[in-house]
């Protein structure tokens, strides 16, 4: 066992602070990168070392496996190896094991591996059709009501509130979705792993025995993540102490990126109202990053919702963080890809590089980069772009289409008609979660089409799915050691060398579904996650177009404009005030439906509503005729500008965004005939 005092003289003087906490309620505000997993080891240590804790009194929790293991192996090192280190289900279920027989006389529910198989159950029974995104999206669902107390008779009134959303399904079809995976769960004698956290609060609760000997067994607690904390864990969290207040917690607010999963800050926020005589520490020393990031990350948090401890950098000065736009994402990938090169050439292990983004459908750019750079590189909480079973699916659909000769036409309105026979659409789902992921795959696909389509002599269909062959077999090289590609999400907790944040745009982040102002500073925190996981090397970049040759509209995420030139930040800011503003009116647009139709729910339209609606009626009869989707004929936003300049000739009819000239030869008589009798 490490002496006392060689445990603390080891720290700062802030982690010493934590360590030298031994007793009542401790909250540990601890910034990214200050250590926080030291402070907290060292003081169990501590406490082990001076006699104040019997190791097996002593439980400590977090949310990961990974870093339940990192705490038990630390611990082991410095003199605590009895301490229990673990996550907050593994603790339930090693209690729940034990005292559910005793209890009630019965074997434990089988604990479920996945609720897929129980919700398509649910789903087929309460007549949903209901595909592989679908489920994954109401097994999350249910997930979130569970861990957030939300009893399936409570569901359709509580969720519109907190703003829940599943691909479009009523409140109330979720809700019955629900209480028959319920029913169904208990019918087959059978667990989840949400119950694994009710049935222990529940014994807790109902057994003054089972709570006696659990509290008898751990007398003190440590928390780690406590920003993560969600209201089923708090509420096990307080049947553990049964009303003491040895706990310690340790968190950091600016790192909440889960409110969507349930998480709740507010619990570590709220910690000292609710266990007065709280001693509180911040950690501030940063030693993971050099000053320049660190001050980039401070600044971007700085007079927002979502400022924590302003960091304090320990390391030597190292590069400027850098901002750099790009005409399109195919030249940002290919930009970010020879950085990375030049980074390799002088050093850096590809393994210390990450590139970072918003969702999983970004990586397919970046993959086709370094592929094409001989980089080796991984993809970090989600398959590659080729192997993700809607991508699968919808190239093994495309390759049919060609060998069976049944591609006629433009290649763009085949790709789209295609996808479209499995769920893709021009706009995406209004809701976040599996079903945007697989839109924004296939979205992906069409953009490639968009891009072969420009490049490429041919717009064959065979030529085309014969690139999409090429792609996927040069980013399938098995790869042991290379660049990590993953989400903002993903990248929590890990550090690299050097860090690139893609994608970094507005519209994407925020993503464009964050709404309300908390929404937006979750959008924030996860930007701070990223940036905060480099150590020597930060680039933020954007894109100005989605596709090579597109509109550079485009304007940089409005996170970043107070770290921008002041030039481009007022353009920036010019922009982004335009874009959220009616252009009717000029007032401010609320909500994801008023962006998008660009004007105020109650102002009239510039354009002949009545006229659009004619013109919406003759697109769907003649999808009808041609046995295609009806944006395959035009858009609506294409119809809406007709019906606003109402052209009257076919060099008008032209010059409007979404008429090419093939659409103009097939539909261009039938719309000016239409237009002439309006």
Same mark, same amino acid.
């Given at each position: 066992m490490a002496p006392a005092d060689d445990?603390?003289?080891?720290?700062?003087?802030?982690?010493?602070?934590?360590? +030298?906490?031994?007793? !009542?309620?401790?909250?540990?505000? %601890?910034? %990214?990168?200050? !250590? =926080?997993?030291r402070a907290i080891t060292h003081r169990i240590a501590h406490g082990v070392a001076t006699g104040i804790y019997q190791p097996t009194e002593v439980l400590a929790v977090t949310f990961t496996t990974r870093a339940a293991?990192?705490?038990r192996a630390r611990l082991r090192r410095l003199g605590a190896p009895g301490v229990q280190?673990?996550?907050?289900?593994? #603790?339930?279920?090693?209690?729940?094991?034990?005292?559910w027989p005793h209890v009630h006389g019965t074997e434990l529910p089988t604990l479920t591996e996945s609720k897929l198989g129980l919700v398509a159950a649910a789903a087929r029974r309460c007549r949903i059709a209901a595909d592989q995104a679908l489920l994954r999206d109401l097994a999350s669902e249910v997930e979130w009501a569970k861990v957030s107390n939300v009893h399936p008779d409570d569901y359709a009134r509580v969720a519109p509130r907190r703003g829940r959303q599943v691909a479009g399904h009523e409140p109330e079809a979720v809700a019955q979705v629900f209480s028959a995976y319920e029913d169904g769960k208990r019918s087959q004698g059978r667990m989840d792993m949400e119950d694994v956290l009710l049935f222990t609060a529940g014994l807790l609760a109902d057994d003054e025995r089972v709570a006696a000997q659990v509290r008898a067994q751990y007398k003190r607690f440590v928390v780690d993540e406590f920003q993560d904390v969600s209201p089923l864990q708090s509420a096990l969290l307080d049947l553990w102490l049964g009303g003491r207040d040895e706990l310690c917690v340790v968190g950091d607010p600016a790192q909440t990126i889960y409110s969507f999963a349930g998480a709740r800050a507010d619990y570590l926020r709220d910690f000292p109202q609710k266990f007065p005589g709280t001693t509180s520490v911040e950690l501030v020393r940063n030693y993971r990053s050099t000053p320049q990031v660190v001050a980039r990350a401070n600044q971007l948090l700085q007079g927002t919702a979502s400022e924590g401890v302003a960091l304090r950098a320990q390391r030597p000065a190292g590069a400027e963080v850098t901002f750099r736009s790009h005409r399109d994402e195919v030249a940002e990938a290919g930009a970010v890809a020879d950085a990375c090169r030049r980074l390799g050439a002088a050093g850096t292990p590809w393994s210390e590089m990450a590139v970072l983004f918003r969702i999983n459908a970004q990586s397919e750019h970046h993959e086709e980069a370094l592929a094409e750079h001989g980089i080796p590189y991984v993809v970090r909480g989600a398959a590659r772009f080729f192997d993700r079973p809607e991508v699968r699916q919808a190239v093994t659909l495309l390759r049919g289409t060609a060998r069976g000769g049944q591609a006629t036409g433009d290649l763009l309105e085949v790709v789209r008609a295609t996808l479209s026979g499995l769920g893709w659409s021009v706009e995406p789902p209004a809701t976040r979660g599996q079903v945007r992921d697989r839109w924004?795959?296939?979205?992906?696909? *069409?953009?490639? #089409?968009?891009?072969f389509a420009a490049a490429a002599a041919t717009s064959d269909l065979g030529a085309f799915v014969d690139e999409l062959d090429r792609r996927a #077999?040069?980013?399938?090289?098995?790869?042991?050691?290379? *660049?990590?590609?993953?989400?903002?999400?993903?990248?929590? !907790?890990? +550090?690299?060398?050097?860090v690139f944040v893609t994608g970094a745009q507005d519209g994407t982040l925020p993503f464009s579904h964050a709404d309300t102002a908390d929404e937006v500073e979750e959008e924030r925190r996860l930007l701070y996650v990223g940036m905060t996981r480099a150590r020597s090397h930060l680039e933020i970049s954007w894109a100005l177009a989605r596709n090579?040759? !597109?509109?550079?509209?485009?304007?940089?995420?409005?996170?970043?404009?107070?770290?921008?030139?002041?030039?481009?930040?007022?353009?920036?800011? *010019?922009?982004?005030?335009?874009?959220?503003?009616?252009?009717?009116?000029?007032k401010p647009l609320t909500g994801?439906?008023? =962006? =998008?139709?660009?004007r105020c729910a109650d102002c009239p339209a510039s354009y002949d509503e009545e006229l659009f609606e004619r013109l919406r009626e003759w697109r769907r009869d003649r999808a009808g005729d041609d046995e295609?989707?009806?944006?395959?004929?035009f858009t609506d936003a294409t119809l809406q500008l007709i019906a606003e300049h109402k052209p009257t000739s076919e060099t008008a009819l032209l010059a409007i965004s979404g008429v090419g000239r093939t659409k103009l030869e097939r539909y261009g008589t039938e719309v000016l005939d239409l237009l002439g009798g309006s």
């Open positions: 445990l603390l003289a080891a720290l700062d003087p802030e982690q010493r602070q934590v360590a +030298e906490a031994l007793r !009542g309620p401790v909250r540990v505000l %601890a910034g %990214a990168g200050t !250590g =926080k997993t293991g990192e705490m280190a673990r996550t907050f289900h593994s #603790a339930a279920l090693r209690q729940l094991r034990f005292f924004e795959s296939w979205q992906a696909l *069409v953009d490639q #089409a968009v891009e #077999a040069e980013q399938h090289a098995p790869v042991a050691d290379g *660049v990590t590609l993953a989400t903002l999400h993903a990248a929590k !907790g890990l +550090e690299w060398d050097a090579p040759g !597109g509109r550079p509209g485009r304007r940089p995420s409005p996170f970043l404009t107070p770290m921008l030139p002041a030039e481009e930040a007022r353009a920036t800011t *010019v922009a982004r005030r335009r874009a959220v503003h009616c252009r009717e009116c000029g994801a439906a008023q =962006k =998008k139709l660009g295609v989707p009806a944006y395959v004929v």
